[in-house]
Nanobody, 115 residues
Framework: QVQLVESGGGLVQPGGSLRLSCTAS????????MGWYRQAQGKQRELVAT???????DYADSVKGRFTISRDNAKNTLYLQMNSVNLEDTAVYYC?????????WGQGIQVTVSS
């Protein structure tokens, strides 16, 4: 089972930026879909962004133009660059990596947008 560890969360002011990282315990080269999800208090988990093995990306409408997902195979790491954050971006963020043997989740990391 691949272990995923998220980092980079915390408190940020509206309009600010934050970069989340998700580092895997082994090579991510074989993971064909990787993504970031989030779950706000009292709400269902929702998809934020995905990146496939060829590099194509997709975003939820609510973050399009503000967030950027990327992967660094050499560092076994998935990133989410969050710019122009707003109060609605407050949530626990989870990374997910799907490969030939299944789906793997990180433990989640809190992002709080507040002035």
């Amino acid at each position: 089972q691949v272990q995923l560890v998220e980092s980079g969360g915390g408190l940020v002011q509206p309009g600010g930026s934050l970069r989340l990282s998700c580092t895997a315990s082994e090579s991510i080269f074989s993971f064909y879909v990787m993504g970031w999800y989030r779950q706000a208090q009292g709400k269902q988990r929702e998809l934020v962004a995905t990146i496939i093995i060829g590099g194509s990306t997709d975003y939820a409408d609510s973050v399009k133009g503000r967030f950027t997902i990327s992967r660094d195979n050499a560092k076994n790491t998935l990133y989410l660059q969050m710019n122009s954050v707003n109060l609605e971006d407050t949530a626990v963020y989870y990374c997910n990596m799907r490969g030939p043997v299944g789906s793997n989740w990180g433990q989640g990391i809190q992002v709080t947008v507040s002035s």
